[in-house]
């Protein structure tokens, strides 16, 4: 079985910063990519960061100098430290892992995470 667990979300003010977390088991985590996705609603849902398994890391331009993707494989946890929130960061977080771009991954059920003042 393979379980993906997202933790960390919560009401921050803008400007504040949050840390979330996605854990996973049933996999060999070392090997897999983790990403981590949001959804406002209304709005689709859209890629916010990645990491791969040698450690390589990609961010959407909306996020780059605020948000950084990392992994501690000894954990098997993937995180995604939030800082210089902005209202518009408002969505609930997903994180996925996947191995192969062929596949369609394992996604967790969602955090939500709300800037406002």
């Known amino acids: 079985q393979v379980q993906v667990v997202e933790s960390g979300g919560g009401l921050v003010q803008p400007g504040g910063s949050l840390r979330l977390s996605c854990a996973a088991s049933g996999i060999i985590f070392s090997r897999y990519t983790g990403e981590w996705y949001r959804q406002a609603p209304g709005k689709q849902r859209e890629l916010v960061a990645s990491i791969t398994s040698g450690g390589s890391t990609n961010y959407a331009d909306s996020v780059k100098g605020r948000f950084t993707i990392s992994r501690d494989n000894a954990k098997n946890t993937v995180s995604l430290q939030m800082n210089s929130l902005k209202p518009e960061d408002t969505a609930t977080y997903y994180c996925?892992?996947?191995?192969?771009?062929?596949?369609?991954?394992?996604w967790g059920q969602g955090t939500q995470v709300t800037v406002s003042s």
């Open positions: 996925r892992l996947y191995r192969s771009l062929f596949s369609s991954g394992s």
